[in-house]
């Protein structure tokens, strides 16, 4: 069990600065997910937190020991790579086996032959066989422990990578893309594996993935990063839902948000798409807003009124379930994606012209820099009524 800190950590390969002082803090037994699109840094803070990686400033504390010049075998930790790094011509059995050899017999036991004479090797074999044991008996790969990564599925090798990494009982598993190499059916399915299996372990997870979907799932808390910083970091609802960045509103949710110019007048009435909002702005801004709307909070209405606002159907997405219109809007300029039961969209066509409404109090209101502004509560209608 370990709690993670980080203070102030900065890297810099030469000349590019991929992070900017990142400070987080992760709770024992916590499933944390470093979530962000490629590039912006983190299998360097993973790495930096493992130890392969040395960071530019800043300390790594484990449990409240700093741990920047502790190697990374010391410190605990367990990794899963993407490309799970499993021994091509050993048995799975092997596999599972070798990081506990490595770490708990000498040179001369590990020695295919010659090890079995060595004093004490027998208790220490049975140590290793009683883990690798376990372990499989964990994540139901008995059946496999002859084979060689070669003759496993994409999934099998993933669940071995996991295992090799359990063998050691670690303090925390530190996991970076470990399903991105799996078909979208299993990704989905290994999800709540590794979930039940956190579940199980009660272990510290610190998890990174650039799929946003898995970030909601899985996590006690995401970090959503973006160019070397942590944007925002909370429990997926909380992100989803009251987003402090347009970049993170954009990023998270999935079609993505709708955004589009808002209007404001002297009397601080937000306008979108000639529609204005019920809210205002606790503090006034005059100009550059932008108006997010989640496509669930977009639906098709029967009228046509100062609520709604209308445009032209361009691309229908029937997924069975639900089903998403694409519409111009603003003459063409911007484009929003509703939600729509199927039923009620299979009688429009694309090029129809549609009337759209929205749910009250759910618009996301950002400044021209992307920050999140504050709306009244309740609604200023309300207040005069
Ligand atoms: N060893 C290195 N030398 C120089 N630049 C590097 C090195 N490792 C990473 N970078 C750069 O640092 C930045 C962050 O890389 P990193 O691998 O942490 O991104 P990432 O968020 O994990 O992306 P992805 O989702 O694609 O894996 C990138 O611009 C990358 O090119
Ligand atoms: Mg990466």
Known sequence: MARITLDGITKAFGNLQVLNSVDLDIADGEFLTLVGPSGCGKSTLLRIIAGLETQTAGDVKIDDNVVNSVRPSRRDLAMVFQSYALYPHLTVKQNLATPLQLRDMNVAERLPLIGRFMPGFKTKRAAVDAAVKDVSETLQ??????????????????????????????????????????????????????????????????????????????????????????????????????????????????PKINTVPGGIDEGGRLTFLGVELARRLKVPATKGITIGLRPEHLYLSPEKDGKTFTGKLTYKENLGSEAFLYVAVNYGEDSVIVRADPVEAHDISVGDEVSIAHVPGKALIFDEDGQRLELTHPPVHEVVA
């Open 141 to 254: 790969i008995e059946h496999l422990m002859d084979r060689k990564p070669g003759q496993l599925s994409g999934g099998q090798r993933q669940r071995v990578a996991v295992g090799r990494a359990m063998v050691r009982d670690p303090a925390a598993f530190l996991m970076d893309e470990p399903l991105s190499n799996l078909d979208a059916a299993l990704r989905v399915h290994m999800r709540a594996e590794l979930s039940a299996l956190h579940r199980s372990l009660g272990t510290t997870f610190v998890y990174v993935t650039h799929d946003q979907a898995e970030a909601l799932t899985m996590s006690d808390r995401m970090a959503v990063m973006m160019d070397g910083d942590i944007l925002q970091i909370g429990e997926p609802d909380d992100v989803y839902q009251d987003p402090k960045d347009l970049r993170v509103a954009e990023f998270v949710g999935s």
